[in-house]
Structure formats: C-alpha cells, structure tokens
C-alpha cells in the first residue's frame, strides 16, 4: 500500500488551514478600521490600527454584562452537563437495564428535531408557567443553564459511552471486592480514566452553549443576554457599525480560545478514547 506523498498532504493542510482562517483573519481587519476605511477600497494588509472599536466595546457596560452572562451560562451548563452525563453513562453501561439500547437511542432523538420546533412551547413554559410571584424563568440565567442542559445532555452521554465502555469492568469488581462503594469507584476508578473523553464532552457542550444564539435570542430580554444576542445589537435602522461588531466578535474568541488552551492536552487523546476497546 502506496503512502501519500508528504508535499500534496502538506499542500492540502495549508490551503484548508487558509480557508477556515482566512475569515477570522478578515473580520480582524474590518475591527482595525474605522466606518470612513471601511468604505474605501479593501486592503488586505492592516496599514493602521483604529483601537477605538475595540475600547468602546471594552468599556461598554453592557458588553460586560453580555460577555459575563456568557461566562457564566457557558461554563455551568459544561460542569452540569459532564457530571450528569458520566452518571448516567456509568449506569447504563455498568448496569444491566430493561431496553438499554433503546434508552440510548431516546436521548439522541432529541438532538434530531430542528430547535426551532422548541422555541414557542418553551417560550410559553418560561412566561406563563414557570413563574412564582413576580419573577419568571424568563430572562435569567438560570433558564439558559437548564434548557442548555436538556439539550446538550444527550449528546454528552453519547460522546461519554465509548469511554465508559472502553474501561474495563474487571476494574470495577476488584474495587467493589475491596470494599468501595459506587460513588467510590466513580470517583477513584473511572473519572481518572475517563478524563480526556471528559474533557473533550466539555470543551464541545461548553462551545455549544457558547455560540448558541437562537434560544438565547427569544428567552432572554435584558439581564440575561449573552455576548452572541448582543451582536446582533450593531445592526440600527442607521445603519451597521461594522467595526464595532467585527471588534466585539474577536474578543468573543478569546474565552474560547482560553478555555481550550487549558485543556487541550486532553483533546487527541479523549477523540481517540474508546476508539478501540480494550
């Protein structure tokens, strides 16, 4: 069997790294520019930087609001999601259920039908059922958290299964001979094994929740906004402040590029955790 020749290989990479960057590189652009170069004619090359674009976004409150709110609404729906997942995956793969495989197939089947589907019943849950007294389940940051929850937990178990079921059982029953209980063999014997796979559900249900727009758009008003909604924000019956926009999407980058540079020791080997099992 003929390997592939290293220069076309190489040759592929790159051209297919400067198609996905390229726009990231071109919104870069557009930030360092003012609303008068912005109608000019295009260059490609920044000659002058306008850091104005980014210091109003900076040092706009609301900004800090919105980039806070996603902090928050991200990273929690990531810890809640990877906790409940591993327990449930634990439980279906370790234990012997009644319709396993079709419990398993039940929760992918909410990821199938379009969100869209979802947003007038929950809009209608949020504003006229879920209330008690005067406060709502309506623009808080709670609500994100748990609708993010319902929908990214079914993915979660499915990344979580072929981990869970790449570690061996016989691990688990030379602890339960010695006296563990279950929690102790989660906690001692699985979590440190299944950490890259864990890793890798968070990154992914944390950048799910992070770029999510639709929902956040319908179910939050003003205090529980997130950074996505709020570019949406630039587009005035004016006129588009471009870039304002385009400056306020780059630092939205840098959580995320933050956050996965923490972790991204983790990330090769929980993709290729459970590829095989042992």
């Not at 748990?146 to 030379?174: K, Q």
């Not at 639709?214 to 402040?241: C, D, K, P, W, Y």
């Amino acid at each position: 069997m003929t390997r592939p020749r290293p220069l076309l290989s190489i040759l592929f990479w790159t051209v297919s790294s400067l198609v996905t960057l390229f726009p990231i590189y071109w919104m870069f652009i557009v930030s360092a520019k003012s609303r008068v170069e912005l109608f000019g004619k295009p260059n490609f090359i920044i000659t002058t930087f306008f850091s104005e674009n980014y210091i109003k976004t900076l040092t706009d409150p609301t900004f800090q609001k919105y980039m806070f709110n996603s902090i928050v609404v991200a990273t929690t729906n990531a810890a809640l999601v990877t906790t409940l997942a591993l327990f449930a995956t634990y439980a279906l793969t370790r234990y012997k259920l009644t319709g396993k495989e079709n419990i398993f197939f039940w929760t992918i089947t909410n990821r199938m039908a379009p969100p869209a589907a979802f947003l007038l019943p929950l809009f209608l849950l949020y504003t006229q059922v879920f209330v008690v007294g005067d406060w709502k389940l309506f623009d808080t940051r709670t609500g994100l958290i748990l609708l993010y929850c319902v929908f990214n937990l079914p993915f979660a178990i499915w990344t979580l299964r072929g981990v869970i079921d790449s570690i061996p059982h016989e691990l688990d029953e030379a602890a339960y001979v010695d006296g563990a209980k279950t929690w102790q063999v989660i906690w001692y014997v699985i979590l440190p094994l299944a950490k890259p796979g864990l890793a890798v559900t968070g990154i992914l249900t944390w950048v799910f929740a992070w770029n999510e727009y639709l929902f956040a758009a319908t179910l939050t008003s003003v205090h529980a906004r997130t950074i996505t909604t709020g570019l949406a924000e630039f587009v005035t019956v004016t006129g588009t402040n471009w870039g304002q926009m385009a400056a306020t999407a780059m630092l939205t980058l840098i959580p995320a590029i933050a956050f996965l540079a923490l972790v991204q020791k983790h990330i090769v080997a929980g993709l290729t955790f459970g590829a095989v099992k042992g």
